[in-house]
């Protein structure tokens, strides 16, 4: 899910949104330390469930990924776990449509999509194994991973999951 993560951050720019979707345990937060890694934030990356959103500012030199005015984006990393409602999300204002980073919405399926009419919606699904127990939940295993982009943005951009999914 890193790689996965890091393969994506190529191709994300500052104003994206992303929606994860999937259930505890399914590499939501996973993915998005491998975004993190990818457009070069400030980390440690963790399930921001408790605190609701977590702005990740971009490093300084570390060869990340650059919009076209030459700056690297912050990564907003919310979790919507906890929201009731799209009114109690756009509550917390997330600023989809700037200039400075990239936004992160785990359990953000049926929620988030209001936020930006361009978007990349990932759901994940660990494939069966294991015991069902939560210590299994953070074991190595396989997952499905649909990637569907969602407006002119995306139009004619190769996502990467088709090359990682041969790498891993």
């Known amino acids: 899910m890193r790689a996965l993560g890091r393969a994506l951050a190529t191709q994300l720019r500052a104003g994206d949104l992303v929606i994860l979707s999937g ?3 399914a590499g939501k937060t996973t993915l998005t330390q491998g975004i993190g ?3 070069g934030v400030r980390g440690p990356i963790t399930s921001p469930t408790f605190v609701i959103a977590r702005v990740h500012p971009p490093l300084r030199g570390n060869g990340a990924a650059v919009s076209p005015a030459g700056q690297r984006p ?5 979790d919507a776990y906890r929201l ?6 756009d509550d917390l204002d997330l600023d989809t449509d700037t200039s400075s980073s ?3 919405v785990e359990w953000g399926e049926g929620l988030a999509e209001g936020l930006a009419a361009d978007r990349l919606e990932i759901a994940i699904a660990p494939e069966p ?5 939560l210590d299994d939940m953070t074991a190595d295993r396989a997952r499905t991973v649909r990637i569907s982009a969602v407006g002119e943005r995306w139009e004619g951009i190769k996502l990467p999951l088709a090359d990682l999914a ?3």
């Not at 009731?84 to 999300?89: H, K, R, W, Y």
């Not at 194994?129 to 127990?133: A, D, L």
């Open 74 to 78: 912050a990564l907003v990393h919310a």
């Open 166 to 168: 041969d790498r891993l």
């Open 129 to 133: 194994g294991g015991s069902g127990e």
């Open 37 to 39: 890694d990818g457009l």
């Open 84 to 89: 009731g409602s799209a009114l109690e999300l």
């Open 102 to 104: 990239v936004t992160v």
């Open 23 to 25: 259930g505890l345990g």
